[in-house]
Every structure is written in structure tokens, then in C-alpha cells.
């Protein structure tokens, strides 16, 4: 079968070809799949998931504002299920009001405008020594594999920087992350990745709770500090938050940056025209800024 047809629902030996997000050749190219969703089954259940997808602006908006109706409570509990390094408490994309205003007002104290700045001044130092890396290992004319060699370590090595952690570890990091996410998928595995997945989400919570005991003794210039001093009212994160809000900033931000700059790039490709009209050549933060809400 060629891969127009594969990627297209409808059309598939004839048959129709049903929607699930996690089927390779859905997520090869899926928004035949997000349109045929929208005009003909915008709520559907989706057994892989275990959960309802909803494909229209309107309805997401709606239920996206309706946290009495529509809870995220079970998000977190459905996505990582026992391998949930915390437990004892749920992270804030799994809360909703009033507990989650009251944790979001919290850590957004680690993001006033100065410390901004100096995030954003990391991230393109980090950005620099990558692709200096790069330069030095295939020169300024070789290939290297974007995927790899810049996609999958630009995030972990940004969130591990802010959060305080030595980049020797963001090897580490990056297995830990992508086996606790596998964790989405538990139902398809065996013992043994299920073990792997055990194992990642045991060292993750060991290396924050070392981490936090740490900075709490000695305060640093970092997130975790950060998080640790954060008051309102005098009102603190206890212990535990602190450790499940890294640990959430650092599932949170490592996969899904890692797929848009990979998606972005092959989009480029894709649209030359976008490519050279967006002065990408000169300029590569207008392309990726303008990739975020298109292409993930
Ligand atoms: C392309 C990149 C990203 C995408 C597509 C993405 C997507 C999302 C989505 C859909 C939500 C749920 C919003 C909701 O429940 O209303 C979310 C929440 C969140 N994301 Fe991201 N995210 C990205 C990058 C990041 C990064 C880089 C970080 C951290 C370093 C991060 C940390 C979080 C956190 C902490 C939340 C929970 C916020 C809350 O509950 O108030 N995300 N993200």
C-alpha cells in the first residue's frame, strides 16, 4: 500500500480506517484523521487511550472551562497509572480549581519577569552549544541527525539547567522521561519494559528527593530554589509538591518541545516557501515560534 493511502481514513482498501492516536501510521500524518474527526465524529471514545476524543474548537473550549463538569483529576492518574513517581500528590495538570489556581499562583512565583530573562538567556546559550557541538564533531558542511543530535537533547538539557541539575545527567534524564511516558501505554507491555518503566520512575523520585533535600539546605539560583522560597500568604509548597512540580516540568516540557522542533523542521522542508519567507536562514526562532501553534 503506498503511504498516501495509508495516510488517508477513508481510504484504506476500501475500508475505513479507524482513528487511534496511537497507531504508527495515524501518527505518521494525522490530520486527515483530525478533519474526518471534526466533520463526522467530533466526540469518540478511544479504546487505546481509555478516554474520549474531542475534535472541535468549540467543544474543547467549552469543557476546557468547565472544570465542575469536565475534572482533570483523573488525567494524571489515568496517564501514568502505578508508575506515577508521586503519588502522595497530584501534579497541577491534573488539579482543578480552586486547588489548581492556588499551586499555579505558587510556582508562578519562580517566573517573575527577571527570572524570565534569565531563562531565556540559557536557553539560547544551550541552543549555542549544541549546535557548537555539532560544528565541532561534522563541521559546518557535514550532516548530522537533527532528530537526535539537537531535537532530543536541546529540551532536557534546557529544563535540566533551570531546574538546578548537572547536565552530565540529562542522558539519564531523557530515559527516565521517555520510559515514564511509555507509562501511557502500560496495557501493550510485558513485564520486563514494564520493569524498565518501574525502574525509571523509582530513580526519578529518588534524584529529586536527593535534589530537593539539597537546595533546601543550600539554597541555589534554580527552579527548585525557586519553588522551595515561593510564598503567598505565608503559604509554601510542602516537600512533595515541590518534587512532583519538577518532575512534571520535566515530563512536560522534554517530549513535547523534542516532537515540535522535530515536526517543524520536517515541515520546513515540507513548505521551502515558509522556509525562506520567514528569513529562517537568518533567523531560526521565527520559524520554530511560528511552528508552535501549527505543526504539533
Ligand atoms: C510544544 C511544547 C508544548 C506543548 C504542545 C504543551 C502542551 C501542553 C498542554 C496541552 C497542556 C495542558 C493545558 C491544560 O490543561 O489546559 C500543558 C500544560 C502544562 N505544560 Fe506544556 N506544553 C509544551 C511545552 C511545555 C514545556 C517546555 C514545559 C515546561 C518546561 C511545560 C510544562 C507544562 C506544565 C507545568 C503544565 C501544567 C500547567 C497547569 O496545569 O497550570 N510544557 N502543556
Redesign the pocket.
Known sequence: MTEAALSRPDSQDGRERVYDPLDPVVKHEPYPYYAKLRRDDPVTWLPSLQAFGVARYDDVDAL?KNSKLYS?SMFWPALLGEYDPVPEVPP??SMDPPG?VHL?KLANKAFVPSKIKILVDRTYEVANQLIDDIIARHGTEGEFDWATDFCALY?VTV?AQVLGVPTERRAEFKIWVDNILAAANRAAYGPERLAEIQDSSNKIRAFFEELYDERAANLQDDLISDFIQAEIDGETMSRIEVIQMSI??LI??VE??TN?LGTTLVELKRHPDVYVSNGVQKGPPIGVEEG?PFW?
Open positions: 476546557l482533570s497541577m495538570i489548581h499555579r529540551p529544563i512534571l516540568l512536560g516540557g513535547t518541545t515540535l508552535s504539533i
